[in-house]
């Protein structure tokens, strides 16, 4: 089964990029995954689905500040021109045979 | 506009049952697969269960396979999670969640109703 790694916390500053990782277990690198973000107090919001080929959809009313990409068996998300409400969980999330769907752990971003 | 809003959350006893509801608009609900994904105080998100667009195929988590059934009406637009023999590490806030195209991910997101299970 499919295990997805992140690291618990990140940091940057206003207006600067960030670059959050998301890591597939060994034999699942061609994964697809998603992207979702919680801000504090609020619901999950949909970002982006990252492909195994690293192109990625990203959901309505998403900016252009936010992309994705991938190298083997990670997948990235990167947030540019960072802004105060970027301050966030973000989570990646991907699934398995059937409709299993494992989430990793999420990463805490603070925005300095 | 897709929407998603819940209900059926609150307070229930140790060993009770709840049944939760989503009614959704602004999607044609019978073409896409359904979830529920719950996220207890201070911890992460944790996937709880999926349906297919027909109710035919369903899969749940390890933690409430057996104690929890998902199905849904297409001709209300609702999905529902019954869940029975509920316990403490059962609360959290509990998310419906609609899937997109191409892949078991989730694209729209419901605001989430709070399930306590406590004496």
């Known amino acids: 089964q499919v295990v997805v790694t992140q690291s618990p916390s990140a940091s940057a500053s206003l207006g600067a990029s960030v670059k959050l990782t998301c890591t597939l277990s060994?034999?699942?690198?061609?994964?697809?995954i998603a992207w979702h973000q919680q801000q504090p107090e609020k619901g999950p919001r949909y970002l982006m689905k990252v492909n195994s080929d690293g192109s990625h959809d990203k959901g309505d009313g998403i900016p252009d500040r936010f992309s994705g990409s991938r190298s083997g068996a990670e997948r990235y998300l990167t947030i540019s021109s960072l802004q105060s409400e970027d301050e966030a969980d973000y989570y990646c999330?991907?699934?398995?045979?059937?409709?299993?769907?494992?989430f990793g752990g999420g990463t805490k971003l603070t925005v300095l | 506009e897709v929407q998603l809003l819940e209900s059926g959350g609150g307070l229930v006893q140790p060993g009770g049952s709840l049944r939760l509801s989503c009614t959704a608009s602004?999607?044609?609900?019978?073409?896409?697969?359904m979830s529920w994904v719950r996220q207890a105080p201070g911890k992460g998100l944790e996937w709880v269960s999926s349906?297919?667009?027909?109710?035919?195929?369903?899969d749940y988590g390890d933690s409430v396979k057996g104690r929890s059934t998902i199905s849904r009406d297409n001709s209300k637009n609702t999905l529902y999670l019954q869940m029975n023999s509920l316990r403490a590490e059962d609360t959290a806030v509990y998310y419906c969640?609609?899937?997109?195209?191409?892949?078991?991910?989730?694209?729209?997101w419901g605001q989430g109703t709070l399930v306590t299970v406590s004496s």
């Open positions: 060994s034999g699942h690198s061609s994964y697809a």
């Open positions: 349906i297919s667009t027909s109710g035919g195929s369903t």
């Open positions: 969640a609609k899937e997109g195209w191409g892949g078991h991910y989730f694209d729209y």
């Open positions: 602004g999607f044609t609900f019978s073409s896409y697969a």
């Open positions: 999330q991907t699934w398995d045979t059937g409709i299993h769907v494992v």
